[in-house]
Structures are given as C-alpha cells and as structure tokens.
C-alpha cells in the first residue's frame, strides 16, 4: 500500500506581526479570495483556513466573498480548522481564556456558517505549548491537534504523530508538521515532501505536508499546486494528494493507540516572549481574570446587555492573545493598539461587574443594615484569605471611626497610607484600610464605618528593630542587594542564607530570543540599595523600604511582612534604562533543590533543574514540603530558570520591538535600534513573595496569589441615612 501524502494547502495569517490589524484585516480579505479563484479553478484542490476573526472581516466587509466560502465549504474541499478566535499564545494565557477563544469561535462558525462540529484544533504558528492545553482542546469538543513549534531541532519526539496527554489525563492526537507550514517556491516545497516522507512512522501509511505562503498571508500559488500534479507519482511508495487535516486524521484515527504517548509541555521555542512587553501582558492577564469574575456574575441572569458586553470584551481578550500580539513580537505602534484595545475590554468589564455587584448587591441589599457600609464580595470560587485593602471616603476629614459587624463586633484593621495624595494635614495617613478577611467562595459581607468619636490608637508593633524586619515566624535582614537573609524566627535555621541578587545580565537575542534557551549573558549591574527605613507600621502589615539603583536605573524596594504570614512581600519600583537586558532575581538556596514545581496554565507540573527558561503562570514552589522548602508568587512576571542551586525570575526584559536576525551582531553598534525606546524601558512596578519554610505549600503559593490578582470587589454606600448627615 503506498504512502499517501496529505498535501495542505493553507495561508497562515498574522494579523498583527509587522503591521497593524487593519492591513492584516485587508489581507483576510485577498488571501481568502485567492483561495476561492483557486478552489474553482482546480476541481481536486482542498484548503483549510481556522480562526473566526478572519472569516469574520470577510462577514463584514464582504458578504459576497462569504457566500463563496460557504459554497466551498459545502463542497467539502474548504476546511475550517481549529475555529478559535485567532491562533493564541498557547503558554501565558489562562486556560479560561484559551476556552473562551474557542467558545466564540465555535459560536461564529455555528451561527454564520453552520459548522456544528470543528474537530482538529490548529495552532501551526504558536511559540510552545502548555502541559494542560490538551484539557482545553477536548473541552472544546475536539480530538486532534496539528502545531509546528516547537520544531524537531528544539524538542525530541518519538514520532510526528502522537498522542498528547495533559497531567490529568486528557488526550488528543497530535500532529507536528515536518519542515513547517510554509512554502513558497517548488524547490522549498520538494524538500518538505521528502521531509514528510522521512516522517512515516509504522503502522501508518499516512503524513502531511504543508505548503503555501505564509505570515501575510497568500496561500497555496498556481505553481505550487501545478508542481504537486505533475509530481503525483514522482516518489517511490509515495502519492502526493490534495487534501486537509480533518481527511488525515480521519485516516489515522483507527490506529491511534499505535502512535506514541507524550505527557506534558512541549517546549522550547522563543523563551524571549515569555517576558518582554510585560505592560500588555499584564493588562491581559487582569482583563482574562476580571472576565472570569464577570461570567460567574451573569450566569443565571437576563442581562442580554451584559453578555454581550461580556462577548465583546472577551473578544478583545482573545484577539490580543494572538501568538504574535501577547507574547510582544510585533512592531511598536502594534503593541500600543494592542494595550488600548486590553484596556477597552477591562472598561468593558470595569462596567458590567459594577452594574451586577451594584444591582445585585447595592443599596437595596440588607436594608436593615444601616448606616454607612462597606460591600466585600469574593469574586472567587475558593476560599479568599488575606489582608484586602479598601480606600473609604470621609469627606477629608480624619479617620475617627471603626469597622464593625452589623451586630456590632469590632472589626480589626490597619490604617495605612493612602493613594490620594491630597491629605488634612492633621491625619497624614488618611482613611486607607487593611482589613484581614477570611471568606467562603463567591461570599458577600457587609461592614458598618461608625464614628468612633476620637483617633484610633496606634503604637509601634515592633516588627522593625536595628534594620531587622521580623513578624515571629521570619526574620530579614537586610544589605546593599537588598535582602541578604531569611531565618526562622529563633534564627537557627536559614530559609535563605544567600543575599537575593537582583541581577541584570546582557541580553544581545532577538525579541523573541531565537536560538537560545536560557540567558548566560555578562552581569551588566547588580542592584544596590541604601539603608532600610520604616514606611508602615501596624497591627497586621509593615514595610519598609530602600532607595537605590539598577546600573544607571533608579530603583527603590519595599519589603513588608504580614502578622502570622511566613512570608516576605517585595516590591520593585524602577525607571528601568538598561537596554538589551534581562533583569532576574538570583535566590541562591544554600541546601540546594531537590524538588520543583511549577505553577502553569491549568495546573502545576514538574520540570527539571536544567536552567532553561520556562513559562510561568505567577507561582514556584522549590523542595516542597521539606523544612526549607521555599515558594515563589510572582503575580506580575511569567518566567524563571531553576538549576540545582538556585531560581532566577525573569522580572524586566527590555529588548527591542520585533527585532529580527540579529545573532551575532553588535546592537550598540546598528544606529537605527538608538531611535527606539526599549520594550520594557520606564517605569516598572514589579511584586513578588518569598515563601519560606515547611508551611509553604502549593495551596499557600494560590492564597497569595488569588490575593495579588484576584482581590475581594469592595464598595461603600449609604443606607437609611443622610449622606450629609455628619454636617448637618
């Protein structure tokens, strides 16, 4: 039986790379007609094209061409593959958020083509793949998967075709298409034939082979598809046949079981778009986590109006998940759409969480609770424990007053600094609440602010003497890198017994880090502070901070530590001018580490002390349940490198925007790159915790971080009362 060689033709569509959306919307518009002319030209011809974004500018702005499209899907020589909303970064966004991509996507195709079932998720052009991304496929109801990074000279696999599991069992059948997805001329295009050929694996007389121009679209030329006829046959045991990914896997699917079995990520490729551009990826993060919020708010209401507000916002969410917009690889002006097109679906959902909380829960809620009121809600469907900050309005007068509970029990907080700057001279902290809360999953409490008459009280609570920072479980000492130490409370054990470095190392990659898997690069500087001073002191938290400088960087720390918390909570403040650069945190582990896992879309997993970067979703917990075991939250960073000895979080990657080719050269020496502002050049506020000892735990690294990103939903009103009742 000779081997059939599934040739594909396809058009891989950036729609932001070197452009701006708007051309990539105009190139939809010719790729997609080119196809068609193609289709009615060559009777035998098949293509595929996914990603509902796509289809839909054709919706919009050419409803003829649509019609078209439908016809050749009718014909069964048109697929439509993978059907999410673009072809997503498959490792920095949340697994929510890669299903919500394919929820609309699968509901377009639904609603305008009637596409009931889109079996074979695509994602040919991604930079790596997360170890779960198998549970968000089969979620979306689809079997097989077809993906091209990262390539055969980046990652060993057993076979081409194989079956992909994600640590909790989920499974799909797999595809890694031989010599990529592009191919734009027939020498190109007969070295990919012979790859695919070398692909055969026993006990399948199938492969695929991919071809067509890429990137900025284009798709499958006439020469091409002229050379594919004339070379049929031109291969021994080999036949050359038009066809799609859905007719392959459909031919191979009987024999699944014979195809090898892969657990986890595959990785590595790009390690560079892990980090850079890191304002955006940001912005996604919280707009992905509010949206989440957001659904469990409308769920079970009839508010058409907020869903689809809710729609539009994901939609923007998904779109700016795009493989070349997310991970920070297109030109300047691209990304700076791509922040206000973030911070047009955070307004988006800014608006609906207020409608249903207000709605929901607002000043008709608990009407025989009066007075002046404070709303908590847990937007979390777990536990949320933590300290939650809340800002009240008194009129610019002093904070004379006390939380209670509607029956009247004293509530415990910390008055700390304001964020308004426009103080009474008389109360030089303002009305800023640190309140600890521990609340069930989707909780509402309500809290009464009474006039207590008089000033609270306040006396030192000792957690900072001679330049030690303390809270009875740690103790930090502190030097010129910052923190030079961290020891259990008796002092006779060190949880970090070597300084932490900020480190800030050369880094002469392109913006995706092509070609390397980890950052070797010359120490550029290494931060170095001044004295520790104190800038907060309380009952629950205090903090102090260090002014210093990162190479020719400003730079300020502040360190605080939580009563009965045994951690330590940094922040880094800097206008960061290092250019070509990468800035880590060196937390060297003097017992070394024998144990790892990390904190990844959809789960935590295992991965080895190799020093290579890695993808992180925000959380690190090294020699775990061991007595120096030693956890990191970083809700504001996505990367690290662990060896033996020590862990290094990516904080701050500047580089320039989608710079290419440029290995071996000398950046400072190319003029042109002086014109731009770095990636990741000004100001930079950077959070991360340390988490020392036997009680760090997988389940105490997601405390701390639900409480970094996912925080309690607080408001004040007025109820029963005046609101000018104290002047009057």
């Known amino acids: 039986m000779p081997l059939t060689v599934h040739m594909v033709s396809n058009a891989h569509l950036d729609p932001v790379w070197l452009w701006h959306w708007q051309r990539g919307a105009d ?113 979306a109801g ?27 069992g989920s499974e799909v059948l797999a595809y890694r298409v031989p010599a990529g997805y592009a191919a734009w001329d027939t020498a190109t295009l007969g070295n990919k034939v012979r790859a695919a050929i070398a692909a055969k694996q026993d006990g399948f007389e199938h492969v695929m082979c991919f071809y067509g121009v890429g990137n900025h679209g284009g798709g499958p030329t006439r020469v091409l598809i002229d050379w594919i006829i004339d070379n ?47 304002t955006l990826k940001r912005a996604v993060r919280r707009a992905e986590l509010d949206a989440v919020a957001a659904e469990a708010l409308v769920a079970g209401t009839p508010d058409a109006a907020g869903r689809a507000d809710l729609d539009e916002a994901w939609r923007a969410v998904c779109f700016n998940q795009f493989h070349d917009i997310l991970p920070g690889s297109s030109v300047r002006t691209a990304m ?42 847990n937007r979390c469907q777990v536990r949320w424990t933590g300290l939650a900050e809340f800002e009240a309005w008194t009129d610019f007068r002093p904070w004379h007053h006390q939380l209670e509970t509607p029956d009247g029990m004293l509530v415990p907080c910390q008055l700390t600094r304001p964020e308004q700057l426009c103080i009474d001279p008389g109360d030089e902290n303002g009305p800023r609440l640190l309140i600890p809360l521990d609340l069930a999953p989707g909780e509402h409490r309500i809290l009464r602010i009474v006039d207590a008459g008089q000033p609270p009280t306040s006396a030192d609570s000792g957690r900072f003497s001679d ?91 502040l360190v605080s530590v939580i009563e009965g918390t045994p951690a330590v909570r940094v922040r880094l403040r800097t206008n960061y001018q290092e250019r070509f650069s990468v800035l880590k ?3 060297r582990l003097g017992r070394g580490i024998s144990g790892r896992s990390d904190r990844v879309a959809g789960g935590w997993i295992g991965r080895p002390f190799d020093g290579a970067e890695y993808p992180l979703s925000h959380a690190l917990l090294l020699n775990g349940s061991r007595p120096d075991a ?20 990516t904080l701050i990657r500047n580089s ?20 731009y502002f770095g990636t990741d050049e000004g100001p930079q506020d950077v959070r991360f915790s340390l988490v020392c000892g036997a009680s760090a735990s997988q389940d105490e690294l997601e405390n701390i971080l639900n409480g970094d990103l996912r925080a309690p939903f607080m408001w004040d009103d007025f109820c029963g009362i005046s609101r000018v009742a104290p002047y009057e």
Not at 258 to 273: D, K, N, R, Y
Not at 661 to 672: A, E, Q, V, W, Y
């Open 27 to 139: 190139e939809a518009l010719a790729t997609c007609s080119v196809a068609c002319d193609l289709l009615d030209d060559y009777a035998d011809l098949h293509y595929c094209r996914g990603e509902a974004w796509v289809y839909e500018q054709v919706r919009t702005l050419a409803p003829d061409l649509l019609e078209r499209i439908r016809g050749h899907i009718s014909s069964g020589r048109w697929e439509v593959v993978n059907g999410w909303w673009v072809q997503p970064d498959c490792n920095l966004p949340t697994l929510a958020a890669i299903g919500a991509s394919a929820r609309l996507g699968h509901a377009w195709f639904r609603e305008h083509l009637g596409l009931k079932h889109i079996p074979v998720a695509y994602n040919v052009d991604s930079f790596g793949h997360g170890a779960y991304l198998p549970r968000a496929i089969v979620d």
């Open 142 to 168: 689809q079997a097989f998967y077809v993906f091209t990074r990262p390539g055969v000279s980046e990652k060993d696999l057993p076979a081409h075709l194989f079956r992909w599991q994600s640590p909790d």
């Open 232 to 278: 049929r046959h031109a291969h021994d045991g080999a036949e050359l046949v038009f066809s799609n990914p859905g007719r392959f896997f459909a031919a191979v699917e009987e024999n699944r079981l014979s195809a090898p079995l892969v657990v986890g990520e595959l990785q590595h490729h790009a390690v560079g778009c892990y980090s850079v551009c890191a």
């Open 336 to 377: 700076r759409v791509a922040e206000a097109e973030a911070g047009h679906a955070q307004t988006l959902l800014d608006r609906l969480i207020y409608k249903q909380l207000r709605s929901r829960f607002g000043r008709q809620a608990c009407p025989d609770v009066e007075g002046h009121r404070v709303h908590i809600v």
């Open 467 to 557: 330049g030690v920072l303390a809270n009875g479980l740690i103790r930090v000492t502190f030097g010129a890198p910052g923190i030079t130490a961290i020891a259990d409370f008796a002092g006779n054990r060190g949880l970090l017994d070597v300084p932490m470095e900020l480190v800030c190392l050369e880094d002469t990659s392109d913006t995706w880090s092509h070609g390397i898997t980890r950052y070797t690069g010359e120490a550029l500087a290494v931060a170095a502070f001044g004295q520790p001073h104190l800038v907060e002191d309380g009952s629950f938290r205090t903090t102090v901070r260090m002014e210093g400088h990162i190479g020719s960087s400003p730079a300020q720390l």
């Open 585 to 587: 945190a060196r937390i």
């Open 630 to 649: 030693f956890g990191l939250v970083l809700p504001d960073s996505f990367a690290v490198d662990v060896d033996q000895q020590e862990a290094r979080p």
């Open 656 to 675: 320039a925007n989608a710079l290419h080719n440029c290995k071996g050269r000398d950046l400072n020496s190319i003029p042109r790159l002086n014109e």
